[in-house]
């Protein structure tokens, strides 16, 4: 498809999901984290992927994975499996050093699911786990996606996109992380954070202990960013999402943090 470029077209993310949950409480409509930059690149793979269809899943060739939390890597096993055998068709998975270890031990290990990586055969299997360790960069066509660090109760990362023109970063889980705030504030052309706020304010310990933000967190975090990226908040607990966003609401700052939702398309 058409991309951006410096002088050219933009790149755009779609969000396919972007709750803490699924179940959709309270009327909400809820999917767990999962992008779509393009039309050929994943960001996380939680549930929101199971809405795309045959066509729309076999032109995704690369999928970056924040972390192996089930809620961000669940599609991963069905989509490769449903894509691999039909169209010869590889999928490469970045992610820190950390994450693919957890992933082979844990998830395709022939018990849970089939190792991907010796099928059909070790040579070109369906399957190509690429370790991206924090600070550096994979390019794909124009676009370039840097790890970033976070702080959370298993190793992880933050993505940077840059389309060329802007970027836009995506924190994936974490709680309030000084490395990741100097890191955004390090970026030359910031334009969009789409941050975590999983827990309300009155849930402030749970969020400390599972290494998540509450409001108050994400407030020190705003305060501390330099620059002036239109933010959105991802990951709301399911039927605390309008509660969490009242509180967010409430904060006085520079940034005005706006509600993610489902099907938003973000072009830069
Ligand atoms: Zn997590
Ligand atoms: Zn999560």
Request: proline share 6%; aromatic share 6%.
């Amino acid at each position: 498809m058409a991309r951006h470029g410096p002088g050219g077209k933009f790149m755009k993310l779609t969000v396919l999901g972007c709750s803490g949950g699924i179940g959709g409480i309270g009327g909400e409509d809820s999917r767990t984290s999962s992008f779509l930059v393009d039309d050929d690149v994943l960001v996380d793979c939680g549930t929101g992927v199971g809405d795309l269809d045959f066509d729309a899943l076999r032109r995704v060739s690369h999928v970056f994975v924040s972390h192996s939390h089930l809620d961000h890597i669940t599609a991963i096993p069905l989509l490769v499996d449903s894509i691999g055998e039909l169209g010869r068709h590889t999928v490469t998975v970045y992610a820190t050093p950390e994450t693919l270890h957890i992933l082979r031990a844990h998830v395709f290990n022939w018990l849970v699911w089939p190792d991907f990586t010796a099928i059909p055969d070790r040579r070109s299997p369906y399957l190509h786990l690429q370790a991206v360790k924090i600070g550096e960069s994979v390019r794909v066509d124009e676009r370039t996606f840097t790890a970033l660090p976070v702080r959370h109760t298993v190793p992880g990362a933050a993505w940077c996109i840059d389309s060329g023109a802007a970027q836009l970063v995506y924190s994936g889980d974490t709680t309030y992380c000084p490395e990741l705030i100097a890191a955004i504030n390090a970026l030359p052309a910031l334009r969009h954070l789409i941050v975590e706020t999983a827990f309300p304010e009155e849930m402030r310990a749970r969020a400390i202990a599972a290494r998540h933000l509450c409001p108050s967190m994400l407030e020190t975090m705003l305060n501390e960013l330099t620059g002036e990226p239109l933010v959105y908040i991802s990951h709301l607990k399911p039927g605390l999402g309008e509660r969490i966003m009242e509180q967010i609401g409430a904060i006085r700052g520079r940034l005005r943090p706006a509600r993610l939702t489902r099907g938003q398309v973000i072009a830069f």
